[in-house]
């Protein structure tokens, strides 16, 4: 979408600092990560095909998909620039113990070697301003916040941050996935050659209790519908599907429905018009949970009532008909909404 605006575009990476969330658990070293994430990959309940696939698709992903975007193994540090654009997806979400992430100033355009900062959907994720206060990060970040030029964010919880640490009202944009128009847009997306009917279940490995996987294996068996899991290893799935990027969305268009616990599964689902139902997940301490960013999107979209917090309503979510037509006249809105937005601020 930059790049229609006639700039050049390169990805600029940041250095990871130290969480603020310290979890002894939680090693600062690659291997021992990677290690760690094995060993929880072969304990989740999942058939032993699917977890081998799993690893290896984590393991080749980078390799496979990130040279699409001309993103090489040299990191790209403070580059000089005429604009710096931060963001989607939740690049404020500074309070946690995940240390491929931390606690890292240059998310919020800390020593940055740019003409002018700017932010595009950018999200807090579950980090709230109480959070911040607890962990006395707040006057750090509105310092940060202060010297962008124009803040765009994606969610509620997120303005009401900036609102607050700033004064200033920020923007609000859709997520690049619901921004762009991929299935008329991209010419990247294939057609796929399924011979049979399938239902997605799009979550994270492990996220998916026992009891909510044998009451979707019992849904789809009575649909007569194979179970497809994309993004994870689940134990009520026939399938699990390593595909590129853009393959995901074919599996989506060619899915009868979807069951979701993830902000994108729920954004995948709208833009391929499927019958879907979004699964609510409560942050409970340091527990990451979605239901700040997965609340606010559903509402924007006037998609509130595919929300639940109990995967038994699926059954009943996913027989109610969609009126997407009026979402996607919400979403076609959006679109300009985000085109002028950048338009102006990268001419500006």
């Known amino acids: 979408m930059i790049e229609k605006l006639g700039h050049d575009v390169q990805f600029v990476d940041y250095h990871v600092c130290p969480p603020v969330v310290q979890d002894a658990s939680e090693s600062t070293n690659k291997l021992t990560r990677l290690f760690k994430k094995g060993l929880e990959t072969f304990a989740f309940n999942a058939p032993l095909q699917h977890k081998l696939a799993f690893i290896k698709y984590k393991k080749n992903y980078a390799k496979k998909y990130l040279p699409l975007l001309g993103i090489t193994n040299d990191y790209n540090y403070q580059p000089e620039l005429d604009y710096l654009v931060i963001g989607s997806d939740e690049v404020f979400n500074c309070i946690q113990k995940n240390t491929n992430v931390g ?35 707040d006057t750090e970040i509105a310092s940060y916040l202060k010297e962008i030029s124009a803040i765009s964010v994606r969610d509620h919880n997120s303005g009401k941050i900036v609102q607050e640490l700033t004064g200033r009202s920020p923007e609000y944009n859709l997520d690049p996935v619901l921004a762009y128009d991929y299935f008329n847009e991209c010419e990247k997306i294939p057609d796929l050659e ?155």
């Open 103 to 137: 606690f890292s100033p240059e998310l919020f355009g800390a020593d940055n070697h740019a003409d002018k900062v700017i932010t595009y959907a950018a999200s807090f994720g579950n980090t709230t301003l109480s959070k911040l206060q607890q962990y006395k990060k």
């Open 194 to 348: 399924v011979n049979e009917r399938y239902l997605i279940l799009y979550a994270y490995s492990g996220r998916i209790t026992d009891a909510e996987a044998d009451w979707i294996a019992s849904y789809a068996k009575r649909k007569s519908l194979k179970v497809y899991a994309i993004g994870g290893v689940q134990k009520c799935a026939d399938r699990f599907i390593d595909c590129s990027p853009f393959e995901v969305l074919a599996y989506f268009k060619g899915a009868e429905e979807v069951i979701t616990d993830t902000f994108h599964g729920s954004i995948f689902s709208t833009i391929a018009h499927k019958p879907f139902t979004t699964i609510i997940r409560k942050s409970l301490g340091n527990s990451y949970g979605n239901e700040e960013k997965l609340s606010d999107l559903l509402n924007r979209l006037g998609l509130d009532s595919r929300m639940t917090y109990k995967v038994q309503d699926a059954a009943r979510i996913n027989s109610n008909l969609i009126d997407y037509a009026a979402v996607d006249e919400l979403i076609a809105r959006e679109r300009l909404h985000t085109m002028r937005y950048f338009a102006n601020q990268l001419d500006s």
